[in-house]
């Protein structure tokens, strides 16, 4: 069997967005099968034996729970069965219904008969995905266990608890939906204790005719909660730095071929991410992490460097970035950036981020006011890099204009947490560090 595999400790589910094999089809062991998405990362996932595609149990689009089988591999000389999602889907239900009777058929009396269906309710409410207890919870629906679920021991899915949904039987209690309004206070109190719902109503558009309406991705519903949940909480404030580049990009231009040799991408970013990280360690609140009540200082820099791309943004995490040298920075950060856009990432690498770069100026943008990823404290936004001209004093005292590399660096910074003058101070040291690199630390 092949299963929806666990992309994460907090992952509960995942979507089908592609099949790279159909029905049929031979297949490599580690050769990848089909393409997943998920609130976490997009992954494609191999195929854990060798043999023939005989069965696709879950079709493209359609979400399932991890540990869900989704297909089956078998023998050449197994018939494939040429079956497609919707059937199993359909299936589903009628292998279910009739456990409840066979468990309940040898009990003793009613009241056996009872503590069985409580058990089995019970495990509808309680073991049920995030997404699901988020559906339920806009729709004012707190009692999952009066729907049937068609998932592993009876768990509510997504699939079933929109098709309760769309057949009205919540309708009929009409208090429900206040409860999230009394809530909202209680939740909003706590942003440190897990996901938090807002409240925020959704906005009604009126679909025309000729327009398209595409469903939103993992990642791309993931960071639009993210981006609104970190507005609602964190004081941004945003300072703006010129950097002279100049000597930056006579070092990179000397060393490039070098680190190219020894397996490294030497780039700006390289240089960026490590006088960050120098600055980082002169300025330590930068780096922490705010609840609400309290300032956690990390004992160790994980530094995120954001990769832009066609399905949405991710931020892979180089942890304990601060034991790396330049090498190995160069190193990581190719790797990372790489494996992004290969789908090869794994969510334990976009986990435990401390601080993160973005860098807007890839596309041309001069500087920008970059979010606060929840619950990090900063975040550094890196303008395009380009020839300037400058004004120059010689040593006679005399002005004249010069040709410099420079770029705009911008911090956004938590104001509840990090105060202007060490916000400015950080940026200063940062300035300072990569307009007088060291030649000995490459």
């Known amino acids: 069997d092949v299963i929806m595999p666990q992309m994460g400790e907090s992952v509960a589910e995942g979507t089908i ?17 089909f393409e997943i998405t998920t609130d976490k990362v997009d992954a494609e996932i191999p195929a854990p034996e060798a043999g023939v595609l005989l069965e696709i149990k879950v079709g493209e689009g359609e979400t399932v729970e ?23 889907a359909a299936d589903a239900p009628k292998k279910e219904e009739p456990a409840a009777p066979a468990a309940a058929a040898p009990a003793a009396d009613a009241g056996d008969r009872d503590r069985a269906d ?20 806009e729709h004012g629906i707190d009692d999952l266990s009066a729907i049937d679920g068609s998932g592993l021991d009876g768990r509510v899915t997504k699939k079933d608890i929109l098709a309760y949904i769309e057949s009205g039987a919540h309708e009929a209690a009409p208090a429900k939906p206040e409860a999230p309004k009394a809530a909202a206070p209680a939740k909003a109190a706590a942003p440190s204790a897990g996901r938090v719902e807002l409240g925020i109503p959704k906005i009604p558009v009126n679909v025309r005719p000729a327009d398209t309406v595409e469903k939103m991705t993992g990642i791309r519903k993931a960071t639009s909660d993210n981006m609104i949940l970190s ?13 002279d580049y100049t000597r930056i990009d006579r070092l ?13 991408k030497l780039t700006f970013t390289t240089f960026l991410a490590k006088a ?8 330590p609140i930068v780096n922490a992490a705010h609840d609400g009540d309290n300032v956690v200082f990390r004992g160790n820099i994980n530094l995120g460097i954001a990769v832009a791309l066609d399905r949405g943004l991710l931020v892979p995490v180089i942890g304990d ?17 790489e494996r992004a856009r290969a789908k090869k990432l794994m969510p334990q690498e976009l986990d435990g981020l401390t601080f993160s770069i973005t860098n807007p100026g890839v596309f041309g943008s001069q500087w920008g006011t970059p979010v606060i990823p929840q619950p990090t404290t900063a975040i550094l936004g890196v303008g395009t890099i380009e020839k300037r001209v400058k004004v120059a004093t010689l040593p006679d005292g005399t002005d004249t204009m010069v040709i410099r590399t420079c770029g705009y660096v911008t911090l956004g910074f938590d104001h509840r947490t990090i105060d202007g003058a060490v916000a400015d101070a950080f940026v200063g040291h940062l300035k300072q560090t990569l307009e007088g690199f060291d030649e000995s630390a490459m």
């Open 66 to 88: 991890v540990g869900s089988v989704v297909a089956i591999i078998g023998s050449a000389d197994e018939k494939p069965s040429g079956g497609g999602a919707k059937k199993p």
């Open 231 to 243: 507005k609602h909480y964190s004081a941004h404030v945003h300072t703006c730095f010129e950097i």
């Open 118 to 137: 409580m058990s089995a309710a019970d495990l509808r409410r309680t073991r049920s995905t995030p997404v699901v207890r988020k559906i339920a919870e």
């Open 252 to 264: 990179r231009r000397k060393f490039k071929g070098q680190y190219a040799e020894r397996g490294g």
């Open 321 to 337: 970035a601060d034991d790396l040298s330049m090498l190995g920075l160069s190193k990581r950060i190719a790797d990372l950036s």
């Open 17 to 33: 967005v592609r099949w790279l094999k159909a029905v049929g089809d031979s297949v490599d062991r580690d050769e990848p099968i």
């Open 276 to 283: 960050t990280i120098d600055a980082l360690k002169a300025f």
